[in-house]
């Protein structure tokens, strides 16, 4: 069974630094893409970053390139998410879902996985 839990959230000032992990637990890291959404009310789930098991190609879009950074521990089973500069725009629940490889369609389209966790609060604010 396919599990993921994410942790780290909170609250931090602008310009701020906060890492969030995704444990994962049922599968292997290696077969999957783990990918890292960000949703706020009213809005669409909006991919931030993914990271492919069998190879280690990331894909962020420009809102958090160069900022955010995403890796993975394999014998810990566990994706992270560091994110550094942070602005008050970055304020979100942030999820981590996964999607077994071979994958097909945009590696960032919340809609590609099906698989997700129960979501973690940043709250970015002076």
């Known amino acids: 069974q396919v599990q993921l839990v994410e942790s780290g959230g909170g609250l931090v000032q602008p310009g701020g630094s906060l890492r969030l992990s995704c444990a994962a637990s049922?599968?292997?890291?290696?077969?999957?893409?783990i990918g890292w959404f960000r949703q706020v009310p009213g809005k669409e789930r909006e991919g931030v970053s993914c990271?492919?098991?069998?190879?280690?190609?990331?894909n962020y879009p420009d809102s958090v390139k160069g900022r955010f950074a995403i890796s993975r521990d394999k014998p810990k089973n566990t994706v992270y998410l560091q994110m550094n500069s942070l602005k008050p725009e970055d304020t979100a629940v942030y999820y981590c879902?996964?999607?077994?490889?071979?994958?097909?369609?945009?590696?960032?389209?919340?809609?590609?996985?099906?698989?997700w966790g129960q979501g973690t609060q940043v709250t970015v604010s002076s």
């Open positions: 049922g599968f292997i890291l290696d077969y999957y893409v």
């Open positions: 879902a996964a999607r077994r490889l071979p994958v097909a369609g945009g590696p960032l389209i919340a809609t590609n996985y099906p698989y």
């Open positions: 990271i492919s098991g069998s190879d280690d190609r990331t």
